[in-house]
Every structure is written in structure tokens, then in C-alpha cells.
């Protein structure tokens, strides 16, 4: 299950409360370029009144972007060709949270994709060593440190 928050005026939401489909993808660190390209736009037209003077209304997201669809296996949405982690999946929950500003979402991962490069050779694990997700830390664009050490229930202690 992946949970999700959000943006209730956005387009993400509308298309979720009218069908459940969805794809994660997730980038990796040098992919920031292209989130960032992203961040200014919005699928909703007109654009809603808490996104104006920043955002702007833009169908194709994809191409604005600089990036490929490719077809799901298991749900109607596209997923993004060049992100490394890519999950499938349904929306089994959209409620609204405590404030109404935002959804919040539960998802059930239906089929994960992952790279060859960060999959652990001959399992099905990601190599932590190896991905590394891009992360959004208060409006700045970081990927992870070195690693430090891992849990007792890894899977694939070095
Ligand atoms: C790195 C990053 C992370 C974001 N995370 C979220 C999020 O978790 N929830 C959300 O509602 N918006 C998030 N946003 C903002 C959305 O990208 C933005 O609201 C966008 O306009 C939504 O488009 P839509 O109206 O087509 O759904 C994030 C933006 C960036 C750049």
C-alpha cells in the first residue's frame, strides 16, 4: 500500500475520484531537472484559484517535461519511461483529510517495475546501495547520503 496526500483542487484529484488507476514513478536524484519542469504546471483547467500566479494550465504534461510515456500492464495510465521505480497501482481509499485541502489516497501497489541496474542480480529486491530515490526536502531538490548501515530485517545485508 502506498499513501498518498493530495492537492484537492488539482487535477490528480478530479482524475482519481472519476477513476482509481494511477502510476507512482519514481525519479531518480538527477531527474530533478524534469521534476522541476513539473512543478509549475497543472492538468486543471481553469487553473484553480490557490494555484494562479505561479501555475499554468498544461495538457501535456509528458512532453512539457521532456518525457516518455509508456503503457502500463495492468492499468490504464502511462507510466514514465525513464524513472527507474514505477509502481502500478488502484486507488483503494480517497477521502478527504482533516483541513479539506487535500485527498488522501491509498493505493495498492498492483505490479512494481524496476531497472535491471537497481535490482539485486538474481532477486527480487531493490540494491539500496544502488537506487536512490530523489527527494523533496522543504522545496529543495536532494538524493540520499551514503548509506549508514541497514535493519535487522534487510534482505540484502553487504
Ligand atoms: C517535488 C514535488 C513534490 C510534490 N508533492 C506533492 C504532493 O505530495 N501532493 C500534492 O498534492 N502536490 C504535490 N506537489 C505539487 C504538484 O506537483 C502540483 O500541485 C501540480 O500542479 C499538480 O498538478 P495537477 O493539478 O495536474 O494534479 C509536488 C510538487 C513537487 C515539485
Redesign the pocket.
Known amino acids: 500500500m502506498v499513501a498518498?496526500?493530495?492537492?484537492a483542487?488539482?487535477?490528480?484529484?478530479?482524475?482519481l475520484l472519476a477513476r482509481p488507476e494511477l502510476v507512482i514513478n519514481l525519479p531518480a536524484p538527477a531527474q530533478w531537472p524534469a521534476?522541476?519542469r513539473?512543478?509549475?504546471?497543472?492538468?486543471?483547467t481553469p487553473v484553480?484559484v490557490y494555484?494562479r500566479g505561479g501555475?499554468r494550465f498544461?495538457r501535456d504534461?509528458f512532453a512539457a517535461a521532456g518525457l516518455r510515456p509508456e503503457p502500463s500492464a495492468l492499468v490504464r495510465p502511462p507510466r514514465v519511461a525513464e524513472c527507474p521505480l514505477q509502481l502500478e497501482a488502484r486507488a483503494a481509499m480517497v477521502r478527504p483529510d482533516v483541513s479539506g485541502g487535500?485527498l488522501i489516497v491509498e493505493a495498492h501497489v498492483l505490479r512494481v517495475h524496476a531497472g535491471p541496474r537497481i535490482v539485486v542480480a538474481g532477486s527480487q529486491h531493490a540494491d539500496p546501495a544502488v537506487w536512490s530515490p530523489?527527494i523533496?526536502n522543504f522545496?529543495h531538490?536532494f538524493g540520499l547520503g551514503p548509506e549508514l548501515g541497514h535493519s535487522f530485517r534487510s534482505q540484502t545485508p553487504r
Open positions: 498518498l496526500g493530495v492537492g483542487e488539482g487535477q490528480t484529484a478530479h482524475n521534476v522541476e513539473l512543478a509549475p504546471l497543472t492538468g486543471r484553480p494555484k501555475f498544461e504534461k487535500f530523489f523533496y522545496r531538490h
